[in-house]
T-cell receptor, first 114, second 110 residues
């Protein structure tokens, strides 16, 4: 069954700790994205990647880092520099970033501070 | 940055009623997308619109790409309990970045 898998579903972070959220897709999509969702707000773009070994900052990249070593995988690290990390994190992918290609989402990871 | 105004923010309706929601922007978009999100899950694509004036249906859902290219509408006919959730619009500009609305929370009462 093709899709986007995010893990874990729930994650807790201690002060000063880095944590990594996993995103894997078997849709053979070129482009992948990370969004942050806060209550009552729309999705805000953190990072995106068009192809392997390439990624670009989105609107709120500070305190986050990513890698794209494989087409299927786009992990997001929430670093200790992110002072307000509690949020719902969504990974998405699309065939390309070309016009008209809608993004499809995983089921999210909820990150909380301990 | 660019913003999408989505309204209403929330709706409480009775089962069987029709629902309308819309998004407006100060910018021209070349694509409009409508998503539905259930609690604790990721958004699911409902309808994609690519041309000004386009009207597209998906079952009881109908969405339109406004002729000014600055707005879009989503209608749900004869609502049922499983329509409950948050509906998001998203617009794509020339840079191919998606801008999301703040969502419309729909509650359906039997």
């Amino acid at each position: 069954d093709g899709g986007i898998t995010q893990s874990p579903k729930y994650l807790f972070r201690k002060e000063g700790q880095n944590v990594t959220l996993s995103c894997e897709q078997n849709l053979n999509h070129d482009a992948m994205y990370w969004y942050r969702q806060d209550p009552g707000q729309g999705l805000r773009l953190i990072y995106y990647s068009q192809i392997v070994n390439d990624f670009q900052k989105g609107d709120i990249a500070e305190g986050y880092s990513v890698s794209r070593e494989k087409k299927e995988s786009f992990p997001l690290t929430v670093t200790s520099a992110q002072k307000n990390p509690t949020a719902f994190y969504l990974c998405a992918s699309s065939p390309t970033r070309a016009r008209g290609q809608p993004q499809h989402f995983g089921d999210g990871t909820r990150l909380s501070i301990l | 940055g660019q913003q999408l105004n989505q309204s209403p923010q929330s709706m409480f309706i009775q089962e069987g009623e029709d629902v309308s929601m819309n998004c407006t922007s100060s910018s021209i978009f070349n694509t409009w997308l409508w998503y539905k999100q259930d609690p604790g899950e990721g958004p699911v694509l409902l309808i994609a619109l690519y041309k000004a004036g386009e009207l597209t249906s998906n079952g009881r859902l109908t969405a339109q790409f406004g002729i000014t290219r600055k707005d879009s509408f989503l209608n749900i006919s004869a609502s049922i309990p499983s329509d409950v959730g948050i509906y998001f619009c998203a617009g794509r500009v020339r840079t191919d970045k998606l801008i999301f609305g703040t969502g419309t929370r729909l509650q359906v009462f039997p």
